[in-house]
Nanobody, 123 residues
Framework: QVKLVESGGGLVQAGGSLRLSCVAS????????MGWFRQAPGKEREFVAA????????QYDDSVRGRSTISRDNAKNTVYLQMNNLKPADTAVYFC????????????????WGQGTQVTASS
């Protein structure tokens, strides 16, 4: 059974930065696509970024492209999301997830999910 644990969320002022981490246990981490999603109050969960097992390819939602970087360290079973120039619209609970395939921007492609970490960017 795969377990994912996120950390690194917090309260920052608009324009600030945060780096989220997600540590995986169980399974063969380097074989899986890892994704970050977020959910704001009253809204549906939405795709943020994803990275393939080798780390060679990543994909971003337009709302974060240019401000965020997803990366992974397969030796540490960890995926990161560096977020810069945070905006109040980025406020949400951020989830990491693991997928064996499929369309990386769809939450239905992911089999395992973490419990989430809160990110709040104040204006």
């Amino acid at each position: 059974q795969v377990k994912l644990v996120e950390s690194g969320g917090g309260l920052v002022q608009a324009g600030g930065s945060l780096r989220l981490s997600c540590v995986a246990s169980g399974g063969n981490f380097s074989s899986y696509v890892m994704g970050w999603f977020r959910q704001a109050p009253g809204k549906e969960r939405e795709f943020v970024a994803a990275i393939v097992g080798s780390g060679a390819f990543s994909q971003y939602d337009d709302s974060v492209r240019g401000r965020s970087t997803i990366s992974r360290d397969n030796a540490k079973n960890t995926v990161y999301l560096q977020m810069n120039n945070l905006k109040p619209a980025d406020t949400a609970v951020y989830f990491c997830a693991e997928a064996s395939g499929g369309r990386v921007y769809l939450s239905s492609s992911y089999e395992f999910w973490g419990q989430g970490t809160q990110v709040t960017a104040s204006s």
